[in-house]
């Protein structure tokens, strides 16, 4: 098919702006005072999207991040090819939490990539210090070979740029683009047994 | 081969990695192993059973040849166990290929046959098959489909319900790859190919849904009870508990909350997977609108979870597991993967799952309270979540009102059947008497003919009834010299002997008397001589007396009697006749003849 999806899920506290993330890559947009009027729900979102002149479309999961729900979120992850994990860039607190789940992942859902995300970039411009710094967090994200962003919803900086590397990524891995040929063998294999009794 | 490239949906509570360390993922029902890992341990520790139960047995017998002392005790123990492991031999095989392949077509003919379901499908999608009819792509689609359906029927009882997951999934694959690559679907643009899909997934799905949903062989049906039992014991939750903003003054909320009750409660009566999905799907939604105007904006995955809790909550919908079940094993996994419909089925289950695990302090409450709720000694004061702690016992009403409308439709289809019957039975019976009343009609029972029967009982001769007097003549000259009143006598005996017995019509041979008196003659007639001779022994007695005797003599009779009856039945072919044309007998019945009715009619 020339179609592929793709699974992507959101991680992270509440309130580090995950739902804000989400609304600006696909609508485009940004809204402090919270009144997205015309979206209905803002916790699942789909988006087409084009590499390398194929068509994928993307379905971001966003998830709830209350400490009550851990228990769960593997639930959450099943089959999802990329992780977005989330963290306030000026609360620390939230960045242990994100090392929570990348710990989580890493032994539930091996196929699955991760990329951090620290949110709210902009508030750095008023003389917010980021925390914990973004070296130690950089040194981390390639201990675990993990990819980092710096991003802003409110201004919409390295938004796109996060999720383009997550399709381009999806695309490139030779895992997917094999899956992709083994279930063409199966079906050739099978025609013979299956649908020509 | 599938399960391993493409990682499926499948949730339970234990979600950890396979035990054997293969990488894939472990799951409660395959004792923590993942479905390969399994099936192999499964093989392998029945190999072993079946290892040590020959390996018993032959040491039983050892033992007893050498006649080895063995402690009573440890003999039972030995016993025991053996028998112990036969059973469990028994119990692993006994979904082997014992059970019966012919019958999957018969199966399959009672599936489709009267499947308002499935009619219902075909409805749906008649624009799609009108679109395909007679084109190689149906008769493709149409085989693709039926050798599915069969190998599921049979393997229905062979395979576990993993392994039928897995055919599905493998089917739904391969018959999309199949609508990509095939030569036959070339022309068919990729939104009739989507619907296709769709189509064959519903259609297969319902088709199999009695087979495939909740089946006896797995424990869905005991999980359904306890999920729908801890549901019950925390009916007292509020929305507060889960700390969800539902405006509950809103009437609009209010509304919003009972349509997504509904939605999901519509799950259970849904058939294919893709529709059972669309019900959560719905219910989803209106929850979202829900928490729209309840918080005042789009919501977030952090009010829709709690909110979503709370309505499976209050819902607690009919077979909850199964359902969820049966969608995560035969719903197209590339649809629960993404899309809209599996980021809401995979809130849905970890809803489940968070009611499945929760405690106290998930709800932010005291342990002490959460007990005193939990064992119902403390009741929620809010009236509106009174009000929705009753919507289940309202639902479960509704349920039983149309589980009894059901019944009583029932009982009215019996009764109007039974009154069918009745005169169905009516009208049998005066077909039967005018059937009856025809053949009558058309073939008399002409008894005149059966007259000369008894006469020829009495006369030993027929011919000798219509031969002139010849004896007269003889008697006429003693006559002629004598008086006349001998002549007198003589005409009287010819009167007696041309005139034929009047007591022999028909009727007397049903019941009357006269007839049982030709048979006590007839009696003494048949008897040998010997009985004669006690006649004239016992002349003075009383003819009843002479009844008996002859009745008591009859013992010695009953050899030629019988010898009769043997001829009778030598000449067996000729009697049958008998009763129809007793004319067409009269001209050539023989005197042999009429001994054999004689014996006839003592026998019966
Ligand atoms: N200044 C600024 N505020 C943000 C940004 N992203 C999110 N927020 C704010 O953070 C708050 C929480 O955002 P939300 O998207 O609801 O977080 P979520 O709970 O993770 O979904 C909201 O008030 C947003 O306006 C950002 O990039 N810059
Ligand atoms: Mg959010």
Not at chain 2, 92 to 99: A, G, H, L
Not at chain 2, 242 to 255: A, D, K, P, Q
Not at chain 2, 306 to 320: D, E, S
Request: with cysteine; proline share 3%.
């Amino acid at each position: 098919m020339n179609r592929v999806d793709l699974k992507v899920v959101l991680l992270g506290n509440a309130a580090v702006g995950k739902t804000s993330l989400v609304e600006r890559f696909v609508n485009e947009r940004f809204n402090e005072s919270l009144s997205y009027q015309n979206t209905i729900g803002a916790a699942f979102a789909a988006k087409q999207m084009q590499v390398n002149g194929k068509r994928l479309i993307m379905g971001i999961w966003d998830t709830a991040g209350s400490e009550k729900y851990d228990a769960m979120s593997r639930i959450y992850y099943r089959g999802a090819k990329a992780a977005i994990i989330c963290y306030d860039i000026i609360k620390s607190n939230t960045f242990q939490r994100a090392k929570f789940w990348i710990r989580e992942l890493r032994t539930v859902e091996e196929g699955c990539k991760i990329y951090i995300c620290a949110t709210k970039n902009d508030i750095l411009k008023h003389g917010a210090v980021p925390s914990p710094d973004i070296n130690v967090v950089e040194t981390y994200a390639a201990g675990i070979q993990a990819k980092f962003f710096i991003t802003s919803s409110k201004t919409g900086e390295n938004v796109a740029e996060l999720f383009n590397e997550i399709a381009q990524d999806f695309m490139s891995d030779p895992n997917n683009v094999q899956k992709v040929e083994e279930v063409i063998d199966i079906s050739n294999e099978s025609k013979g047994t299956y649908c020509c009794q | 081969m599938y399960s391993t490239k493409t990682p499926t949906l499948r949730i339970d509570e234990a979600d950890l990695k396979c035990k054997n360390g293969c990488g894939f993922y472990g799951n409660a029902e395959w004792e923590g192993y993942c479905s390969k890992c399994y099936r192999e341990y499964l093989q392998k520790q029945r190999s072993q059973t079946e290892c040590n139960v020959y390996g018993q047995v032959y040491d039983l017998a050892s033992s007893n040849k050498n006649n080895v002392q063995i402690s009573a005790h440890q003999k039972y123990e030995e016993k025991k166990v053996q028998q112990e492991k036969k059973y469990k031999l028994l119990n692993i095989s006994f979904r082997k290929p014992v059970t019966k392949v012919q019958g999957y077509q018969e199966l399959l003919y009672e599936l489709t046959k009267d499947n308002s379901d499935l009619e219902k499908v075909k409805a749906d999608n008649r624009d799609l098959i009108a679109m395909i009819a007679k084109t190689p792509v149906e008769r493709d689609v149409r085989k693709c489909m039926h050798s599915f359906i069969i190998e599921i029927l049979q393997n229905k009882d062979v395979k576990r319900i993993e392994e039928l997951s897995e055919i599905t999934q493998n089917f739904y694959q391969v018959f999309a790859k199949r609508l990509e690559n095939s030569a036959k679907y070339a022309d068919i643009t990729p939104e009739v190919k989507e619907k296709l899909l769709d189509y064959v997934e519903r259609y297969a799905m319902t088709l199999l849904y009695r087979i495939l949903f909740c089946p006896p062989f797995t424990n869905d049906e005991e999980k359904d009870l306890a999920i729908q039992k801890r549901i019950r014991q925390l009916n007292w939750v509020s929305g507060k508990n889960l700390e969800c903003r539902i405006h509950e003054t809103s009437s609009e909320v209010r509304e919003l909350v009972y349509t997504s009750i509904t939605d999901l409660l519509n799950m259970d009566s849904a058939k294919a997977p893709q529709e059972k999905l669309s019900c959560v799907i719905y219910c989803c939604r209106n929850i979202f609108l829900m928490l729209q105007q309840s918080v005042g904006g789009p919501a977030s995955a952090d009010e829709f979870l709690p909110a979503l809790i709370f309505i499976v909550l209050k819902a607690n919908p009919a077979r909850l597991k199964s359902n969820i079940n049966f969608i995560t094993r035969f719903c197209n996994a590339s649809r629960l993967m993404t899309g809209e419909g599996g980021y809401y089925f995979t809130n849905l289950c970890c809803a489940v799952s968070f009611i499945e695990n929760l405690t106290a302090e998930s709800l932010n409450m005291d342990e002490k309270d959460f007990n005193a709720y939990m064992s119902g000694e403390r009741v929620p004061a809010n009236t509106w979540e009174s009000a929705l702690m009753i919507c289940e016992s309202l639902h479960l009403m509704c349920e039983d009102i149309t589980l009894l409308d059901e019944m009583k439709a029932k009982t009215t289809e019996i009764m109007t059947e039974a009154l069918n019957l009745k005169e169905k039975m009516l009208q049998f019976q005066e077909e039967m008497k005018s059937e009856v009343n025809t053949v009558l009609d058309r073939t008399p029972l002409l008894i005149t003919h059966s007259q000369r029967l008894p006469t020829n009982l009495d006369c030993e001769d027929i011919e000798s009834y219509q031969l002139p007097p010849p004896i007269i003549p003889q008697v006429c000259p003693t006559t002629i010299n004598n008086s006349t009143p001998q002549n007198d006598m003589r005409t009287s005996l010819i009167e007696d002997c041309i005139t034929p017995s009047p007591t022999f019509d028909f009727p007397s041979f049903i019941g009357d008397d006269s007839f049982d008196v030709s048979k006590a003659e007839d009696e003494t007639s048949l008897i040998s001589l010997d009985t004669q001779s006690d006649f004239d022994t016992q002349q003075d007695k009383s003819t009843n007396e002479l009844l008996v005797s002859t009745h008591l003599n009859l013992p010695c009779s009953t050899e030629s009697e019988q010898e009769d009856y043997h001829g009778f039945t030598v000449q067996g072919s000729n009697i049958p006749t008998i009763p129809c044309s007793t004319g067409d007998l009269s001209l050539n019945t023989t005197e042999m003849d009429c001994e054999n009715y004689t014996s006839y009619f003592h026998n019966t």
